[in-house]
């Protein structure tokens, strides 16, 4: 992997405990950075930080919901003490749920909005209130390529999704000034066991991967890779931007076969292609 300059700095992690935040803890302690990671469970906390200190770096770990004000305040002084000034931030903590809009319980849609919405502004606002008083940093939160459109049976994910997009944009208009860079990645669907659990194998193989043009689920460090790139010096000049992560399935809309079907007539007659 490229070095991308972020050894002995501290980048703290929520949801850094599995799937895409756990790889991005890998992915940074690989790079050198110290890392600080926050989840719900002590037991899978303490497993990503004896694997993240196995690259040799320091790491501290911090149990806590981002729903919770007082205790992401904690984690912060906690981190400070143990690891010294956070320079960045990667928020992936994040819930689904799935529902009819017409049957949405409202519950659902409280805990859905409060933990993506909610505990990405409160991690925003304490780490990011600390990089605006030192003067540098950078936040990159996880979006969804549902914060660009829309998603049948996942309107409280989709609301939300889209709530910390205008969040990311709004975050870097105001912090620019102060140095501290914000940006969003917009994932669409990435290989996880939790997506492959919650997720018929047909929808899978005859939708997701049909009408993508790479033919794939994205892999969880191909996420991670790109959260590396945009906290780290190499994307200086980047903030407030929204990157879509998803093997080209935005490039068209009528895209199937994986942009093998070209959707005319004269070239199916001649041959170019076959609807099989």
Request: with cysteine; glycine share 14%.
């Given at each position: 992997m490229q070095d991308y300059g972020l050894k002995d700095r501290v980048i703290c992690i929520t949801g850094g405990a599995s799937g895409i935040g756990r790889a991005g803890a890998l992915a940074?302690?690989?790079?050198?950075?110290?890392?600080?990671?926050?989840?719900?469970?002590?037991?899978?906390?303490?497993?990503?930080?004896?694997?993240i200190r196995g690259h040799g770096v320091t790491a501290a770990g911090y149990v806590m919901d981002v729903r919770d004000a007082e205790a992401t305040r904690k984690?912060?002084?906690?981190?400070?003490?143990?690891?010294?000034?956070?320079?960045g931030l990667f928020a992936c903590a994040g819930i689904s749920r799935t529902a009819p809009a017409e049957d949405l319980p409202e519950q659902d849609l409280v805990d859905v909005v409060d933990v993506n919405l909610k505990g990405v502004f409160l991690t925003c606002r304490e780490f990011g209130g600390r990089m605006?008083?030192?003067?540098?940093?950078?936040?990159?939160?996880?979006?969804?390529?549902?914060?660009?459109?829309?998603?049948?049976?996942?309107?409280?994910?989709?609301?939300?999704?889209?709530?910390?997009?205008?969040?990311a944009k709004n975050l870097a208009l105001e912090w620019g000034r102060h140095g501290v860079r914000v940006n969003c990645i917009a994932p669409a669907f990435v290989d996880t066991p939790l997506l492959r659990a919650n997720m018929p194998p047909a929808f899978i193989e005859d939708v997701v991967q049909d009408r993508t043009p790479l033919g794939r689920m994205a892999r969880p460090d191909e996420i991670a890779s790109a959260a590396l790139m945009l906290l780290s010096d190499a994307s200086s000049y980047i903030t407030g931007?929204?990157?879509?992560?998803?093997?080209?399935?935005?490039a068209g809309y009528f895209t199937r076969k994986q942009g093998g079907d070209y959707s005319s007539k004269r070239l199916l007659e001649a041959g170019v292609y076959t609807e099989r």
């Open positions: 940074m302690a690989a790079d050198g950075a110290n890392l600080a990671i926050v989840d719900l469970c002590q037991e899978d906390v303490d497993k990503v930080l004896d694997e984690a912060a002084d906690h981190f400070e003490a143990e690891l010294g000034p956070v320079y605006i008083r030192r003067g540098a940093g950078s936040i990159v939160v996880i979006g969804s390529l549902d914060g660009l459109g829309g998603h049948p049976g996942r309107l409280h994910y989709v609301a939300s999704k889209h709530a910390v997009s205008g969040l931007v929204i990157l879509p992560i998803d093997g080209g399935l935005t």
